[in-house]
């Protein structure tokens, strides 16, 4: 059996190979072939893939249930990033000289109000900042006192949009990532035991059995869903959390919940940092340190609670009584916009902030770092462990990440039975508009413009809803695939397959539907060719969607992009132009469409062997002479089922190619040269217009009516600082 297939696989290159794009869709798929069955494990980079793997072995002391956590202590000096816009060759500070530290046991909230540079700097600690050539960062980054030793410890990044599999419960979820991430875990008591843990941990258990829902389908609330993107970032006990305002679209009370799991983990042992815009007092009150920004710079850094608020009382500015903190330290570093005044000396007030703290920063010093393990022993065992846990780590993926697929596919009820009466209703006004054809020399002409406006109905459907949904998911597998979960091909080919009965049902609806109505060739051997040419099609149309959807950053722009492109193969479709007058420039077009191709299968499966009555010598007398008409008389239904087959694996090979391409890429920190004041690789830049693009004046040219003390009050607690030499 597998060598007829490889027969049939062999014979349909051979067909193929002699065209120019033949050659590149060969080309295309065995490149694909090669990287998807090569890898056996999880794509990811030399330097990455250490960490990417599961710290419990059966060395270690600990089942991975004990959620062992390594203290990690984070140290920043002089975080500097800008923006540079080379057509005004001017540069816009993200940060400006931003120093800080995270300890372990304690929460650290960075404040500050819109547009101070709080994700920025969450996304540089957590080295999640999108990679751009405009961008330029630099400064000086350490874990446990070691530049660069990062990757020896386990990351968690909650972000602010929280991405899941809409069909899935929250223990499903949980279950699948466990799998997927811990797949030492291998006994399913011990895994079901793991879940549930972490469901009580997170005070998930009243959810455990919800859909997560989204849009279309009610779930579980916002806070749960917050709660249960930790809980998957939990999974593998990592020393550092990072979250992306979590408390963003929340009610006050769900906001608390999770600002109270935070504070937990935390307590654990985490080191827990978020960024927060402005917090309730309850809320406040949960944080151990605050970084305040404002513009990008650093205006407060220590302890949250009494600190902050005697440190800006030495300057004037006094806390009303019975007043929220944090409300009051976002006016306080807040531009007013409301008058051109008000402007002024806000902004006045902001330098002024901004300067005294960073002659603070000098009388400080940094804490002892704390004392942890040798780490190239620690990476070369868990080097090791990454080598034994890829052997058949391939196939586990594949069928783990093909259960969720169909879970997913098979549960959206909503849209399956959308499409399931548009495709009834489609088949119905088709076949009442050309109801019960005959053999007239004018059925000629409807059974050609039905047969391509099936085909075209076909293709669309497919195409919108793909095209809808798959950038969406794709969020969600980027985020996966950079935590290690799974690789790239695992996961197409389990989409492919568990798509296949579904996607295959709609068009047999279509056909099942239609075809007796418009009477097309009566035979069952030609309805059924007529079926499997349109689920071809269909699932061609499909891959062509996934392709857009790989191509394109987010659905409205695959909204536009993808029936763009159908509109150009409808054209070249058969029909309107025919293939023999098509301008050269345009020869290979109809060579591509799908369209094309589906309605050249469905013309030769309906008028091959049909009679036509007939007056004049002129006439059309059989379904040969109208194939003729339309340049189709050469070809036979294989053709067509060969050119679909090429094309549905040129936009499945080229949609892996594009996923690869396109997965996140995350900037480098640069280390300055001169650590006392910020430095930029804008060699386009002159001092000059550097100093234009920062819109704050200097402080000596302030003409303030209080002047500013020097602070004297000691910061007590854990938050110390670097500050410039």
């Not at 169909?406 to 548009?422: L, Y």
Request: hydrophobic share 40%; glycine share 8%; charged share 20%.
């Amino acid at each position: 059996m597998a060598g007829s297939g490889g027969k049939k696989v062999h014979q349909m290159i051979v067909g193929f190979g002699g065209s120019g794009l033949g050659q590149v869709v060969i080309a295309v798929a065995v490149s694909f072939l090669v990287r998807v069955f090569s890898a056996p494990g999880p794509a990811l980079s030399p330097e990455s893939e250490a960490d990417d793997v599961p710290e419990n072995d059966s060395d270690d002391a600990e089942a991975p249930t004990s959620g062992k956590v390594t203290p990690v202590t984070i140290q920043w000096r002089n975080i500097n990033c800008s923006l540079s816009d080379k057509s005004s060759k001017s540069a816009r500070f993200l940060l400006k000289n931003v120093s800080g530290e995270a300890k372990p046991g304690r929460l650290l909230a960075i404040m500050g109000p819109s547009g101070s540079g709080k994700t920025t700097l969450l996304n540089v600690l957590a080295g999640q900042l999108t990679a751009s050539p405009r961008l330029h960062l630099s400064g000086v980054l350490e874990f446990n006192g070691k530049p660069g030793s990062k990757n020896a410890y386990k990351f968690a990044y909650v972000r602010q949009e929280d991405l899941f599999f809409s069909q899935l419960t929250v223990r499903e979820t949980l279950s699948l990532a466990t799998e997927l991430q811990l797949p030492n875990i291998s006994s399913a008591e011990e895994r079901d035991e793991f879940v549930n843990n972490l469901l009580f941990k997170l005070g998930l258990v009243s959810c455990a059995d919800t859909n997560v829902g989204d849009a279309k389908v009610r779930g579980i609330s916002g806070g749960e869903k917050k709660r249960l993107s930790m809980a998957c970032e939990l999974l593998a006990s990592p020393s550092v959390i990072f979250a992306d305002e979590p408390t963003t679209g929340l009610d006050a009370f769900q906001a608390e919940k999770v600002m109270e799991t935070l504070q937990q983990l935390a307590q654990d042992g985490h080191t827990v940092i978020c960024s927060i815009h402005q917090p309730r007092g309850s809320v406040y009150s949960k944080f151990d340190d605050i970084i305040l920004l404002t513009e990008g710079s650093l205006v407060y850094a220590g302890p949250a609670r009494d600190e902050p608020l005697a440190y800006f009382s030495k300057f004037g500015y006094q806390c009303p009584d019975h007043i929220n903190p944090a409300e009051f330290l976002a006016d306080l570093i807040s531009i007013d916009y409301s008058s051109a005044d008000s402007v002024y000396t806000s902004q006045k007030r902001i330098d002024g902030l901004v300067e005294s703290f960073s002659q603070r920063q000098s009388a400080v010093i940094y804490a002892t770092p704390i004392t942890i393990n040798d780490l190239s022993n620690s990476r070369k065992k868990i080097s090791q462990r990454a080598v034994v846990k890829k052997k058949g780590v391939w196939w586990k993926q594949f069928w783990l990440l093909l259960k969720r697929a169909w879970m997913q596919a098979s549960r959206d009820a909503p849209t399956n039975k959308v499409r399931a009466r548009m495709s009834i209703a489609s088949a119905i006004i088709f076949g009442s508009v050309f109801w019960r054809m005959g053999n007239s020399q004018t059925s000629i002409q409807d059974r050609m413009g039905l047969l391509q406006v099936t085909a075209i109905n076909t293709a669309m459907a497919a195409l919108t809803k793909t095209v809808g949904v798959f950038p969406k998911e794709r969020a969600i597998v980027d985020r996966e695939r950079a935590k290690g979960s799974y690789s790239l091909g695992p996961y197409l080919f389990s989409k492919l397959l568990a798509e296949i009965p579904i996607g295959a049902a709609f068009p047999l609806m279509f056909g099942a539907v239609l075809y007796p109505m418009a009477r097309l060739h009566p035979t069952m051997q030609r309805f059924g060719k007529f079926c499997g040419i349109v689920t071809m099609e269909s699932f061609a149309a499909s891959a062509m969607g996934l392709t857009v959807g790989a191509m394109v950053p987010t659905t409205e722009a695959a909204m536009a992009v993808g029936p763009s492109l159908m509109t150009v193969f409808i054209v070249f479709g058969g029909y309107y132009v025919n293939p023999e007058n098509t301008p050269i420039i345009f020869r290979w077009i109809p060579n591509v469409s799908l369209i094309r191709w589906a309605f050249q299968g469905l013309s030769i499966n309906e008028f091959s062997g049909l009679q036509f009555d007939h007056q004049h010598s002129f006439d059309i007398q059989t379904g040969e002479q109208a194939l003729e008409r339309i340049s189709f008389g050469k070809s036979r239904i294989r053709d067509t089922v060969i050119a679909q087959n090429r094309i549905l694996l040129f936009w499945y090979c080229t949609t892996y190619l594009l996923l690869e391409k396109n997965k996140p890429k995350y900037q480098q920190l640069e280390s300055p040269i001169d650590h006392s004041k910020p430095h930029l690789k804008l060699e386009e830049l002159n001092s000059e217009q550097v100093d234009q693009t920062i819109e704050a004046p200097p402080v000596s040219q302030l003409d303030s009516k209080q002047p500013l003390e020097s602070p004297e009050v000691d910061l007590v607690g854990s938050f110390v600082l670097e500050g410039t030499k």
